[in-house]
């Protein structure tokens, strides 16, 4: 097993410094004995009295006692919250569907809060038709429903150089996947009519950033969505309230928000972020662009840094999320042992096509130290890299587009620390 | 559209040369150089017109149309000078941007950098890194300042993208004045550094019909970094602090 130069696992001190999360976690073993007044066989408190009656929570929240799943931030990343990224986390989550109000925000200018009533679509350029759509308008086209994954392209971009935040929220929670509801971009060009020379389009935000990047035709005409409903509510404002564009498996950077203009040309427009970001600079200085598609990934979110094993030793179930930007998941394999052998983890609910996928895999944990790892493997065959074989070919200059394994330290107190091995 | 044909072509070749490689990537980049070719639902749709939307008027398009491409498009008319926007740049820029470009706390550093790009540390900054000047340009006129956007003229944006630019020695005459006809002339450095995405030929052996299942690296691992070793993740209290 693994060397481990502090075996004797957390001081009380380190445990208390180590993080809110991971200590309420580690705090919740105790409180998970519970209050004896509510225990049997005494009847607890509310299997006596009224309740709130119905629509007294017109909107309904979460259990107060899940409070403590919301999207955080890492301050130190950023210069402004305005400009920044909050965190999905996942370790908190099951299934494939992000709940709305923790899909992970990443603004250039925060959140832009627009009237529908004064919400206008401006499509033109290289069109036959000039167009200015309102929300109605958008609403009242052909529509379609896809799940599909959001993943920033900088998400795990903290890890390049080795492991550095402590949870799977921060590592990996700039994912998210939800049901879209919009009319296909292709049925909104055909209203405009494109000029033969059509090759590009520039898609543009209405927040303060007005966020831009240009968007190569053939994936408007082949599956991109001009959405206005996530898991069939309206977009919430940090994600693009009214309409955003959905670009299934491409990075997010491009699904841009607060849609407000769409300009077709002949060429790419060589945007802020697409040339001073969201290019992925290799090893010798010289840089990808246009790196639009996400590599399959993946990994473990529970147990994870923010929610370890609590129970000692015996069965439980090892659960991660799985994703490829180039089709669906065809298998995922789970490792204990740091990547020296691997067996098949079962995919469960829907495998949708560059959706978030389920993966369980079950273990009877006989209490001692593990390193876990998984793999995902997508239809096309592409198999997720481990982070050195990604470093080989991109050095750890890139920001971008990391898709390296995982690796999870499990101790023996069931405590886990994000790690790398050799 | 000869790079964009480059990027087709290899594309394509890396899905013929890819066994089970069924990559959209591909697939779709085939389809932007003949959309007529076998044409899809959307392609019936465009026969049949919904009628739904207004026709957007020049003045309207006028208005939102703030895109200025490499090759010049999208130039407002407008001009100024290295003097007068370094007068602007340190009232609305150098604040965040630092005097000099070379930035505040962690806001974006704009000058600075030359020949770090391969390095443990590469600076990104507009000289360094850019391609274009013209996205320089675009991203003040559309961003900038920061929490004031679209509020500068175009006399004034030509000024201050002038400034930055003196920042990088692209231009080295104070005097010297950018406008919207001698604009396409400024060349940055770096652009002859960055080509499209080659994943799938540069990383072919990431698809892989049989990975490894047993016994795939010697030993047993063997931990080499920690992410507590840096303790800087939220709440820990110890992470860099933002002023």
């Known amino acids: ?422 | 559209m000869s790079k964009c044909r480059d990027a087709i072509a290899l594309a394509a070749a890396a899905a013929a040369s890819v066994a089970a490689l069924s990559s959209g990537f591909a697939q779709d980049a085939g389809r932007s150089l003949r959309p007529s070719v076998a044409p899809p639902a959307h392609a019936v749709a465009a026969a049949k017109r919904l009628g739904i939307g207004r026709a957007a008027a020049p003045e309207e398009i006028a208005g939102w149309d703030i895109a200025i491409r490499p090759d010049g498009k999208g130039l407002p008319p407008g001009k100024g000078t290295v003097k007068q926007g370094e007068a602007l740049y340190m009232e609305r820029c150098a604040a965040c941007h630092g005097e000099f470009g070379e930035s505040a706390a962690r806001w974006p550093i704009l000058s600075g950098g030359a020949g770090t790009l391969a390095s443990h540390d590469p600076v990104k900054s507009v000289g360094s890194y850019w391609p274009y000047a013209s996205t320089l340009m675009d991203y003040i006129r559309r961003s900038m300042p920061y929490g004031n956007a679209q509020s500068l003229t175009n006399d004034e944006l030509y000024a201050v993208t002038a400034y930055v630019l003196y920042l990088n020695d692209v231009i080295t005459d104070q005097n010297f004045e950018l406008n919207d006809r001698n604009f396409a002339t400024i060349k940055l450095g770096n652009e002859a550094n960055f080509y499209d995405d080659d994943r799938e030929t540069a990383e072919k052996h990431f698809w892989n019909k049989n990975p490894c299942m047993r016994n795939c690296a010697p030993g047993a691992a063997k931990i080499i970094g920690r992410a507590r070793a840096l303790d800087v993740t939220p709440d820990s209290g110890k992470g860099p602090k933002v002023e």
Not at chain 1, 2 to 30: E, H, K, M, W, Y
Not at chain 1, 229 to 244: I, K, Q, S, T, W
Not at chain 1, 294 to 313: F, G
């Open chain 1, 1 to 422: 097993m693994p060397s481990d130069d502090d075996q004797d696992g957390l001081s009380r001190r380190n445990v208390l410094r180590f993080g809110l999360a991971a200590a309420v976690a580690t705090s919740a073993a105790p409180a998970h004995a519970g209050d004896p007044k509510n225990l049997p066989p005494n009847v607890a408190d509310w299997s006596r009295h009224l309740g709130d009656g119905v629509a007294v929570r017109k909107y309904g929240k979460p259990s107060r006692h899940e409070a403590h799943v919301i999207r955080r931030d890492v301050e130190w990343l950023t210069a402004s919250r305005e400009s920044s990224v909050s965190f999905t986390p996942l370790h908190e989550l099951d299934g494939i569907i992000t709940p709305n109000g923790l899909c992970f925000e990443r603004h250039h200018a925060g959140i832009a809060e627009i009237d529908r009533d004064d919400y206008r679509l401006m499509l033109h350029g290289l069109v036959d038709r000039p167009l200015i759509f309102t929300l109605d308008d958008i609403r009242r086209m052909p529509r379609v429903n896809r799940a599909c994954f959001c993943e920033c392209a900088a998400n795990s971009g903290m890890e390049w150089r080795g492991a550095q935040l402590n949870g799977c929220q921060y590592t990996h929670g700039m994912v998210h996947c939800v049901m879209y509801t919009g009319v296909p971009l292709k049925i909104l060009l055909a209203e405009a009519g494109l000029r033969p020379n059509a090759r590009w389009l520039l898609l543009e935000g209405g927040d303060a950033a007005a966020m831009t990047r240009s968007l190569p035709l053939a994936k408007a005409l082949d599956d991109a969505l001009v959405a206005y409903r996530m898991n069939g509510e309206a977009l919430y404002p940090e994600n693009g309230y009214p309409v955003r564009i959905v670009l299934p498996g491409w990075e997010a950077n491009m699904w841009v928000k607060w849609l407000r203009r769409i300009e077709v040309g002949d060429q790419p427009w060589h945007q802020r972020e697409e040339t001073s970001k969201y290019t992925d600079l290799l090893a010798d200085g010289k840089a990808r662009r246009f790196t639009y598609v996400m590599d399959a990934k993946s990994v473990i979110t529970n147990p994870s840094p923010q929610a370890p094993l609590n129970h000692r030793s015996g069965f439980t179930v090892l659960s991660g999320l799985a994703w490829s930007g180039r089709g669906k998941i065809a298998r995922v394999d789970v490792s204990l042992d740091g990547g020296r052998n691997w067996r098949t983890a079962k995919l469960d609910g829907p495998v949708w096509d560059k959706a978030l996928t389920r993966f369980y895999y079950e273990i009877d944990w006989d209490g001692s130290e593990l390193l876990l790892q998984s793999r995902a493997i997508d239809e096309t065959g592409y198999v997720q890299p481990t982070k050195g074989e990604l470093r080989k070919i991109r050095g750890v200059n890139s920001v971008y587009h990391n898709n390296g394994i995982q690796t999870w330290h499990v101790r023996r107190s069931g405590e886990v620390e994000n790690v790398e091995v050799s």
